[in-house]
Structures are given as C-alpha cells and as structure tokens.
C-alpha cells in the first residue's frame, strides 16, 4: 500500500489545518452523542449500510473500495466489505485512534487521512483582506484503475459546516460569501463522484426539521443550500448556484428515503427534537444519467 502510506505523509503537513478548524474536537463530540443516543440513530445506520451493501452487489468486480467521510465506522458495513473486496480504503479528514481498534482485525482495510475538499488548508491560509480561496476539484483515486465502488458516506451535507464555523469566528464574511462557499464545496464534491467510471453510491442529509412536542414540524432547513440534487445537471463546479431546492420527485424509484433522528427531545432542547432528512442513491451515476436525459 505504497499510495495509501504516500497520502498520510503527504498530508501530515496539514494537520495544523485539521486542528484549527476543530474536526477531532467535532468527531469526539459525534461519538459521543451516538453513545447517548444509539437506539435512536440505529435505523438511520442500519439504512445507511443497506444502500451501501446494495450499491456492492452492482460492482462487476471487487478490487478495491473507497469510503469518504468514514472516520467513525458507525454506518460502515467494514466486515462485509473487507469479506468481499482485496482493499477497503477509509477516507477522512481525521481518523481518532480508537477507529483504529475497529478496524485492526481486518488486513485488508486501510485508514486515509484526506481532506476530500482539498480546500481546508487553503482557507487556513488564506486572510480576510483577501477574496475566499476557490474551491478546488479533489482528484483523489480518479486515475487508479483498480477502483470498483466508491461510496460517499453522510458527508455531503456536512462539507461546508466547519470551514464556515472557522470564517464565521476567524473570517468575518458576508452571509452571501458563506452560502456560495457552501454551494461550491458541494457542487464540487458531486462532480468529483461523477467522474469516477465505477460504482458511486451517495447517501447525504439534505434537510434539517425542527420538531415540537406535539410532533409538528415548525422550521426546515435545506442542507443543500438551494442545490437540487436530484433533477440538477451535475457536471462542473458553478460559482453561481441558483436552484431551488425540492422535494425528491415522487415518480423516482432508484433511491430511498428516511429519517435520521439525530436530535430526539431534550438532547439539545427540551422543547424541541432535531431530525433529519436522508437521502441513499445506491447507483448514483445511473441516477445522473437519467436526471439529465
């Protein structure tokens, strides 16, 4: 695994970025709300490796397979796919330690330590005398033949949420400044998987509920910034991202949707739970393709 060794060194360099955009503190602060929550996220994970284990049996052949966003393992079905492919790569942007102790038994699985936006050590760089660095396109494994399923893991969402906190407490920047930030992380993250020539499977949020003790829901947030992912033309990174955001078309078969009760009463209010909406496209190319015929 001479590549795999060659990205960790590559990017211990970028550490300091890690760091000072809070992901370990962030990662920490996930696990433990899935301690005190576990029964109550269990469907979502127990979704979440469904689509992925779906999305498998498509691939033709089993060399390898990609994961982003897969530091935590929660929603990864490591022993099936460690089983069924010659190299499972873990990506994210920070793996704690004890992610290791999960993963240790298996040999053939191997932990990447990769900003898949490329662009954290940027922003660390950059100053707020000057205009937000672009948003690069990640070519992480474009050029490895030997990939045969990628999967993009409750991610997507999640992109642009701590590059916004540091602008929003190092940065001062105008609101519209953050939304298209936010716009072109995702816009780049689903042109990257469409020009991967392998599997792609996709599970996202994509809408955060607030609800009140009578179970009504009394405020949404989109979680893709007016990006409609489902009818979109995806092909290129757009700096000027208009969509508006709606509901998945009813007349779609090719994916499945749930709910993700990540926040039930009190764990973060006592008046109110914080759900959110989950998306799993267990063929997201063919999705694509027929989105934009």
Request: charged share 25%; net charge neutral; glycine share 2%.
């Amino acid at each position: 695994m001479l590549l795999t060794n060659f990205y960790n060194w590559f990017n211990r360099n970028k550490l300091r970025a890690v760091h000072e955009l809070d992901y370990p503190q962030e990662i920490s602060g996930i696990r433990l709300r899935f301690k005190r929550r576990r029964n109550d996220w269990q469907p979502h994970l127990n979704q979440t490796k469904k689509i992925i284990l779906q999305g498998v049996e498509y691939c033709t052949q089993r060399r390898k397979a990609v994961l982003i966003g897969a530091a935590l393992l929660h929603d990864i079905p490591l022993e099936e796919l460690a089983s069924q492919f010659r190299e499972v790569l873990l990506i994210d942007v920070y793996h704690p330690f004890w992610s290791f102790l999960k993963n240790r038994r298996f040999r053939n699985v191997f932990r990447i330590n990769f900003d898949i936006t490329e662009y954290i050590d940027l922003l660390v760089k950059s100053n707020v005398e000057e205009s937000l660095p672009l948003v690069p396109l990640s070519k992480l494994y474009l050029e490895d033949p030997e990939i045969d399923l990628v999967v993009s893991v409750n991610v997507l969402s999640q992109l642009p949420c701590m590059p916004i906190r540091f602008l929003e407490k190092n940065q001062p920047r105008t609101e519209q400044e953050l939304d298209q930030l936010a716009k072109d992380l995702i816009l780049a993250h689903l042109s990257y998987l469409d020009l991967f020539s392998c599997q792609v499977v996709l599970i996202t949020d994509i809408e955060m509920q607030t609800i009140n003790v009578m179970n009504n829901v009394v405020a949404r947030k989109d979680l893709m910034y007016g990006i409609n992912i489902f009818e979109d033309k995806v092909s290129s990174l757009s700096h000027s991202a208009t969509a508006e955001f709606d509901r998945i078309p009813t007349n779609r078969t090719d994916y499945q949707e749930w709910e993700w009760r990540l926040a039930p009463c009190p764990e973060v209010n006592s008046k109110f739970s914080y759900f959110r909406k989950v998306v799993g496209f267990t063929d997201w190319k063919k999705y694509r393709l027929k989105s934009s015929a």
